[in-house]
């Protein structure tokens, strides 16, 4: 491709800038080979010319489209070079906030020094188990790739974390260790994870300072190795550290600071332990004041002690060697501040009572002399002599800072010791992870011994790294089978060389470290001599004589050999040692042990191999110890597979999200991040598989060259685009590209789609102008057709006014002129009407006389004859009463003789019976009466109505004259105007126009009084309207705000039940695993004591999985007693108090579940138990004598209630309305015969109860005579035979009877009367209010009339509902009331039943029996199976351990081995064997244990068991005898519900279980869809055409096996509806069903939207028309399966939400606000890293600033939400169990033979 096509205007391209390294510029015209300088233009619209050289070309960097702008991979780049890799980082760094890029094989992290929540552990669980190109770049998706290839490919991996200081290195690497220990999960022994995270807070207290660069710099080098069983689970770690930072401990640059413990040891000096080390201020001590920075920002010194203690006790470090160490440590720090006096050129001393000595020294435990001596002193030793020499201050100066030095690294390598002790693992180790957290490549203004061991170690680790991308690179090549070209890439073996071979650098340091007198100087010399001229890297500088330059991968670096030599050495003076050895202090003589262990061992070696080398040969050089450890190390990386992360540091200010180009480019240049670029870049590092080439550049073909073979399109296609071949290569999978060539097709792809927005803009903008031509014209017309239509009506109404005028002239005149005539004709009348009232008047008087006269005639009269009839019957009366009163008399006497006599009583008795029967008859008769008396009354009722419609049409009549009356009357004053008019015209004509005037005025005052008082009542009735409506709608408003506060209550109530069920559920669950692996831990046990057995062997069974669970109850009875020890011996052992208190929880739980079901029961039992007791104290009484009198008397009381009931039906037909009929008013004639009618039927109803009471009484009496025996001797003496008392107390307790009753009576007598009264007073209210409202609604205007007739019915009707509402709680009370006492006659008749049963057979068997012919009936079963004790392992193994789901569900019925369990339960309740119950029900829990906790992956198998467990558990509560679930029930399942056991525990049991099984359904679940949503939802292009594919880098995600499955949405339903018929087929509950559907679609919006905030190439507008698209197929499928109503549908909503976001306008601050409101289902950190993460996947659209994003959060910063950006794809539902009763009949299920049940016999 000529140059001249790329470098044409408008593109652009990247210039070199000394601040910013490179900057952005535009071509301002095309560019022709030969051209001299380009013309361009920077992005501030300078104007500038870049000079080109004609000899090279050397034309500027191109710049890539803003398409591929801030791709997750570097190497997606079309155009790979430095600028365009700053770029990238630098838009994906500052405006997208992410840190984290791939590079190839290499994640480059930069340090954002600002917290970030993209740590947590649903980050963590979002990551595990994903492809590393799935996923948005992570730390997390480095070391899922790691331990994803340990698994997979059996080879131990390494993640190699590099960078400068202050880069994040010792953060990443620990990310990396905490991602292992989550998702690897704790091994057996203990939690290795906590104590390998553990062992962090202790290496950077002693092993991390603060510096200039970074304020927790790692000092030293660390290798941490995490080992890994066959299972994959941590099991142990082992840690290597490499070159310790001694100088640190006695020297501190400006602005530094020590390492972190000894200023937590002075931050804590202050605590009771640590007053012993006399500490105080870091500023106090030499060591620690040197950088006069003691203070790190943000930083607690004591609290981080607080840590790193802590963690020392989690590691297993005791309390007495922590302080052994911290007081070492002191004693260090009190070591500095030993001050060396100088006695002359050779000699120095120290003062005897030098504070900070004594100190030491009583914390190290020697003795101050020998230490104060040898301080100063050394020793020499010759072949034959040893001389004492003293030093120089320098040199004991020196050599007090190499002891202090020397005892620090001790204990920094006890400290790693003693952490690889407590990270050992006993078992053995299958694989491991090695995680290198070691120093970058640095450079400074004086590099010493430390940085050249540091840039060595990157010179390694950089060829290693070459290498293996050399390698990955080759084998891409091979795999696709193209041509391989040798890339040439940068070889630093030649820098390795002069560093590590011989006579190299370091040869010759050790060289110079062995004689006596060698020196730094003499070291330079030799440098020079030997290496100046015979190796290119190596270079002397200009104006030095002591140091040299090494040219490094990265840069030269200068390096000063002042030092060199003494650091190398390491040398301490062994007296000082010796002293040392002599301490008291365990800690210090341990620690100087183990260094004469490991010296004497070498020196072992070396004497048996060179006899005569003296002893200080036998110390290795501080250089060759690091070379050979790191040769060490790198073997170790190169036996595993590498995973690279080079972390940046942005900036040197720690300034948050700032990144420096200068400082960036070095780093990248340092780390080989541009080496890896160089490297992709000289090959082919676009590339594309045919599929997606096709897809994206279906637009650059015509219809014609697409053919059926994709590839072959490709090539076709290809080879018209570029004409040069050798930009791309065909492999055999994928399209190789050359750099550019992407960016190249990106353009043409552009200019073709520009082309196509060109055409189809010109075309529209087309139909826009027609479209607004031809509605101007049409708007034109309609104008000119209103204006005519407006001219025409002007002129119609012109000839409308002049006709009206005529009109209005015309009736005026008739007005007039028979104005007149009718005033003259009223006046005329007038006249005739007073003088025929005046004769008519005169006639009434005369009558009225007259009449009256008569009447006094009549009253005299008849007042004269009363008065004689009463005298004479004053007489009559007395003569009468004297003649009775004789006889009556003479009665007395002859009664009393009677009364004493027995034949008088039995005569009385005799008579008594004709009496009942005389009772009834007039009974019939009274009914018959009655009969009439409705008759009557409904005759009466007829009358009323015609009376009725008379009154009404009178009524009518009347109102007709009172308004022609009213209109006479209103006429009235006119007419007698009219008269004096007359009259007084005849006087004189002046006089009637003043009294006409004086009149018009008056009648016009009256006129406006009336309307003003009109109109006041008006307003008057309006302000009351309007508080009525106030009123009213007050009303309505407390109505809806009670309402709505039940509703919130109610929801608040049901989220809380549902938290608690689902915490229940949790708990349950985790109760469950715990138990699940303590069985686990049983059976390892059994097992390994089983192996310990001598000639012991295991059989095969299909209980191998739960032996130990099942031992009690499926072993036979020999085995018991040793099942039980081992059950016993493994409980004492897995005794944790964690199991304690979780069964103790459950426990409460489901005391309190089960406290509040049975609270209810027990009440009601003790009420009907209660009320059982009286009925029995009552029957006792006496039943056998008194049956023919209970029975009359009972006969005679529901008489006596008909009649009671009929006079009620009576009195309501009277009182009440029915339909448009009002009851007789009071007064009238038929409501007077009513009421005597009443009154006689009362008067015959008392009769007839005083003839009931007599009875009473006398069967009162007879009950006395046979149980009341009184012994009264005066008594006896009166009447020997009793009959006297006896008389008396029948008598007194007839009257007892009599006055009740007559109380009674006369308080519902007196409670009716005043509910009558109270009717008839309201009914009368009634009909006043109707009167009122009717006269004021006929002086209301029309309106006014229609508010006030509805406020009242408003007030009617909830009047009535009021009334309503209170019969109707009366109505269920009486009804709960008489439910109760219906369950009491039930269970009297039923014992009533079995006592008359037992009496008929007891007759029977007394009877004679006679011989018989006996028939054989058919067999009817009672749903029971009857098997022997011990054949329950037997069923629980046919039943449910060896069923095979897939039969059951195609043969059987659905439940099948529920209903059998339940069968054989039925036969154990009937023998009432408790054992046998217990047996069957464990024994069953057990094996549907067993058979989850074995198959638990199974979906199939676990929706069966769960669908069985339901049915047994419903089964159990259908046939346990609770009134809420037998009402469900049919008579013959009623009889076979469970009549000795109560099973409630049971059903807690197997509802647990059920949880349990659903629960392990959901995990086999979402196992089963993981792999299928993120391919099926998201990646997979469902709409082709529509949708399009961005350019991705070496990590994506396109598979090179053209034969693998695709997944679509289809294959997601598909794989739902599988589902759903399995669950359907065994006969789940429907709502279960529905519950499991719903947790379905969370899962797949859950991982949906995960995935999609976590990937960059998902956020687009595209995408989200793919994700729509795929979530109504989701809602068709619920639809289709009418599942539409399970809440399913809900929990789609946030992924809605999402789509709708990567859709919707995203510009102005509406648009914000839009988003706000439309995303109420997703939380303010969701919405905004999808609007971060948006990508424009054409060049058309944009992208979404941060101006808008920075709106967005300050809308939202007020929503109270959680603060998690993923959702909780782990989250689970709570479940519900709704009881669903069985319609099967036990009695007609049949055994099927091929269950293998031959032992169960049906019954």
Known sequence: MAASELYSKYARVWLPDAAEVWKSAELTRDFTPGDRVLSLQLEDGTDVEYKVDPLTTGLPPLRNPNILVGENDLTALSYLHEPAVLHNLKVRFIDSKLIYTYCGIVLVAINPYESLPIYEADIITAYSGQNMGDMDPHIFAVAEEAYKQMARDERNQSIIVSGESGAGKTVSAKYAMRYFATVSGMSGETNVEDRVLASSPIMEALGNAKTTRNDNSSRFGKYINIGFDKKYRIIGANMRTYLLEKSRVVFQAHGERNYHIFYQLCASSHLPEFKAFKLGCADDFHCTNQGQSPVIDGVEDAKEMFDTRRAFSLLGIGESDQMALFQILAAILHLSNVEVKDQSADRSSILPDNSHLMVFCELMGVQYEDMAHWLCHRKLKTATETYVKSVSKVNAVNGRDALAKHIYAKVFSWTVGCINKALKSAAKQHSFIGVLDIYGFETFDVNSFEQFCINYANEKLQQQFNLHVFKLEQEEYMREQIPWTLIDFYDNQPCINLIEAKLGVLDLLDEECKMPKGSDDTWAQKLYNTLLKQNAHFDKPRLSNTAFIIHHFADKVEYQCEGFLEKNKDTVNEEQINVLKMSKLHLLLKLFQEDEKATSSSSSHSIKSRPGQAQRDNKKTVGLQFRQSLHLLMDTLNATTPHYVRCIKPNDLKTPFTLDPVRAVQQLRACGILETIRISAAGFPSRWTYQEFFCRYRVLMKQKDVLPDRKQTCK????????????????????????????????????????????????????????????????????????????????????????????????????????????????????????????????????????????????????????????????????????????????????????????????????????????????????????????RLSVVEKTQAVERERLGREMENLRGSEREAKAKAERVPSLLEQLSFLRQELESTQREKQDLEEQARAYQEQTQQVVAELNGKNSLLNSEKDDLNRLVQQLTELLFSESKTNVENTKQLEKDLTEERSRYQSLLSEYLHLEERHGDLKEEMNISMNSNKSGHKRTDSNYSSNTSECTYSLDSAEGEDSSIQREDVTESIVDMPILLKLQRRVKELEQEKQSLQRQLDKREEHVLHFSEKEVEEQRTAGRAELDLETLKRQELESENKKLKVDLKELRKSLTNESGDLAPPSPGSMPYSILLEQLNSSNEELEMRKEEVLLLRSHMVRQEALKHKVRESADIHTLNEDGELWLAYEGLKETNRILECQMQEQERIHRDECEDLREEVRRVRLEKQQQQQLLAQSLLLPQDARIDASMQHEITRLTNENLDLMEQQGKQDKTLRKLKKQLKLYVKRIEEFEGNHMQQSQASWTISPVSQVNITRKEKEFQGMLEYRQGDESRLVKNVVIDLKPRGVAVSFIPGLPAYIIFMCLRYADYVADEQRVSTLLNSTIIGIKGVIKRRGDNFEMVSFWLANTCRLLHCLKQYGGEETFVRHNTPKQNE???????????????????????????????????????????????????????????????????????????????????????????????????????????????????????????????????????????????????????????????????????????????????????????????????????????????????????????????????????????????????????????ESIQIPASLNLGFLTRV
């Open 716 to 935: 076709n296609v290809l080879e018209k685009l570029i004409k040069d071949q050798e930009k791309y290569q065909f492999g055999k999978n994928k399209i190789f590209f050359r750099a550019g060539q992407v960016a190249y097709l990106e353009k043409l792809r552009s200019d073709k789609l520009r082309m196509a927005c060109v055409r189809i803009q010109k075309t529209i903008r087309c139909w826009l102008a027609r479209r607004k031509y031809l509605r101007m014209r049409e708007s034109a017309i309609t104008i000119q057709r209103y204006v005519r239509g407006h001219q025409a009506r002007c002129l119609a109404h012109f000839l409308w006014r002049t006709k009206a005028a005529v009109v209005i002239q015309q009736n005026v005149r008739m007005w007039l002129a028979r104005r007149r005539y009718q005033q003259q004709r009223s006046a005329a009348i007038v006249i005739q009407c007073f003088f025929r009232a005046y004769m008519a008047r005169q006639q009434y008087y005369k009558m009225v006389y007259e009449h009256k006269a008569v009447v006094i005639q009549r009253w005299v009269r008849g007042w004269l004859a009363k008065r004689r009839y009463r005298d004479s019957l004053a007489a009559i009366v007395l003569l009468q009463s004297c003649v009775r009163r004789m006889r009556a008399r003479k009665e007395l006497k002859k009664l009393k003789v009677d009364a004493r006599s027995v034949a008088h009583f039995k005569k009385l008795n005799v008579g008594m019976e004709n009496k009942i029967l005389q009772l009834q008859h007039k009974i019939n008769e009274q009914h018959k009466e009655n009969r009439e008396l409705s008759e």
């Open 1536 to 1786: 076979h519900c469970l009549s000795n056991f109560e099973l409630s525990q049971y059903q807690q049991l197997f509802g647990d279980l059920a949880i349990q099984i659903y629960r392990q359904l959901i995990k086999c679940m979402e196992e089963i869809l993981q792999p299928l949503i993120v391919a099926s939802m998201l990646e997979r292009e469902a709409l082709q055409g529509v949708l399009g594919s961005k350019p991705t880098g070496m990590r994506k995600r396109s598979s090179s096996f053209p034969d693998e499955e695709v997944v679509t949405v289809e294959t997601l339903l598909h794989q739902l509806g599988l589902f759903h018929t399995i669950m359907s087929q065994h006969g789940m509950d429907p709502d279960l069903i529905k519950q499991m559907v719903r947790q379905q679609f969370y899962v797949i919006c859950a991982v949906t939207l995960n995935h999609l905030l976590l990937r960059k190439d998902m956020c687009s507008w595209s995408k989200g028309l793919q994700i729509r698209y795929n979530v109504w197929q989701l809602e068709e499928w619920l639809a289709e399966r009418e599942l539409s109503d399970c809440g399913a549908k809900e929990t789609l909503e946030p992924l809605v939400q999402a789509a709708q976001l990567l859709q919707v306008k995203k510009k102005t601050e509406a648009d914000a606000q839009a988003i706000c409101t439309m995303c109420s289902a997703l939380t303010t950190a969701q919405i905004v890293k999808v609007l971060t993460l948006y990508t424009p996947v054409v060049e058309f659209e944009e992208r979404v600033s941060t101006t808008f994003i920075r709106t967005i959060q300050a809308l939202l910063k007020d929503r109270v939400e959680s603060p998690m950006l993923m959702m909780d794809a782990k989250k689970i539902f709570s479940i519900t169990l709704p009881f669903t009763p069985s319609p099967v009949a036990l």
